[in-house]
């Protein structure tokens, strides 16, 4: 059986129209009760701006064999134990017949400020994935095959993320892709090296303009790390899940 792609695209532009307009009216009520010293991390924190690429999967999920699969979005079920530490939760989780199918999170950057966030970004990403990895080693969730770990990120596309950067590392150099290289260049480079390094079954990047809460316009940086490449892996594991599970 074909996977099915649920019209990602069609449905990526919604979610990105949905996520500049939650963005922009979270913003607003915030001016309008005084509590603007949040800045823009307050329209970040004060709604679940992702939550039209969780729909998104969940469509994938549903169309390609685990449409009675317990899908997990509630913040009381999203738990998952840990090597490092005794839990961590996660933003979406597919379970079935008592096995882990799907572990994702959803993220998202917007500016003005990119430099301290995306250090922040890569590090939690990182250590997630190893933590999940090492507590999966250990039998955490059974004797199972590897389950789908995803990471996705909506960056805004603006003149700040797509700037040059420098970077002073006084003892040793850093390595020759990061010289210079933008914020929306950088995480690409993030998604590409945790898929290659099977942190992350796949890691994409998306990128947008505020403009797009009208159009839905958004667009993908590299092959390797587009939603076209994340949609395309979740559908396909879930199908074999499906079929392997029944």
């Known amino acids: 059986m074909a996977i099915d792609l649920v019209d990602y695209e069609r449905k990526a532009r919604e979610a990105v129209q949905a996520f500049w307009?939650?963005?922009k009216a979270a913003r607003q009520r915030q001016i309008e009760s005084g509590k603007d010293?949040?800045?823009?991390?307050?329209?970040?924190?004060?709604?679940?701006?992702?939550?039209?690429?969780?729909a998104l999967v969940l469509d994938i999920v549903c169309?390609?064999?685990?449409?009675?699969?317990?899908?997990?979005?509630?913040?009381?079920?999203?738990?998952?134990?840990?090597f490092f530490r005794p839990t961590k939760q996660w933003d979406l989780l597919v379970v079935h017949k008592g096995q882990l199918v799907a572990a994702i999170e959803f993220k998202s950057q917007v500016g003005p400020s990119f430099g301290n966030n995306f250090n922040n970004r890569a590090e939690e990403a990182i250590g997630t994935a190893h933590d999940l990895?090492?507590?999966?080693?250990?039998?955490?969730?059974?004797?199972?095959?590897?389950?789908?770990?995803?990471w996705m990120i909506l960056v805004e596309d603006a003149p700040?993320?797509?700037?040059?950067?420098?970077?002073?590392?006084?003892?040793?150099?850093?390595?020759?892709?990061?010289k210079g290289s933008s914020y929306l260049k950088r995480y690409d480079l993030l998604c590409q090296k945790l898929a290659l390094e099977q942190l992350y079954s796949a890691a994409s990047v998306i990128t947008s303009p505020r403009t797009a809460a009208d159009s839905g316009d958004f667009s993908s940086l590299s092959s390797m790390t587009s939603l076209k490449t994340f949609v395309t892996c979740l559908a396909g594991h879930i199908a074999a899940e499906?079929?392997?599970?029944?």
């Open 21 to 23: 307009t939650n963005r």
């Open 37 to 54: 010293d949040q800045g823009e991390r307050g329209g970040v924190t004060a709604g679940k701006n992702m939550d039209g690429f969780i």
């Open 63 to 82: 169309a390609n064999g685990l449409a009675h699969a317990d899908i997990h979005q509630k913040r009381s079920v999203l738990t998952l134990p840990g």
């Open 133 to 150: 990895w090492m507590a999966y080693r250990q039998g955490a969730f059974g004797q199972q095959p590897r389950p789908f770990v995803g």
């Open 160 to 178: 700040q993320s797509r700037s040059s950067v420098r970077d002073s590392s006084p003892h040793f150099p850093v390595f020759e892709e990061f």
């Open 242 to 246: 499906a079929a392997r599970l029944g």
